[in-house]
């Protein structure tokens, strides 16, 4: 009886821990939105234009798509970024979850 009780403790801390480490490769509402707003601007700044975000992230976004949707921003020629929507199609498809 001692040992399935070891081994369900082993077993529950596992898990936990593969549930703890999931918010690791997460960045909250707050700190996507942050970034992207962030991006924006710096983009703007050395485009000379301003730009109003019309679109919020409400949830969790994973790391890896808002990486992608930054880099894009910072890719793109100023001639693209004078469009009334310059947003990329990465930073348009970032799924997140609530």
């Known amino acids: 009886m001692s040992f399935l009780k070891t081994l369900f403790l082993v077993l529950s801390f596992v898990f936990l821990q593969c549930i703890s480490k999931q918010d690791d490769i997460f960045y909250t509402g707050a700190e996507a ?3 992207i707003f962030e991006a924006f601007a710096a983009k703007d700044s050395a485009c000379g234009h301003n730009h109003r975000i019309t679109s919020v992230v409400f949830g969790k ?3 890896t798509d808002l990486d992608a949707c930054t880099k894009a921003i910072n890719l793109m020629d100023c001639g693209s970024w004078a469009a009334s929507d310059p947003a990329p199609y990465r930073c348009k498809s970032i799924n997140y979850k609530l």
Do not use: C, S, T
């Open 61 to 63: 976004v994973k790391q």
């Open 33 to 35: 939105n942050y970034k």
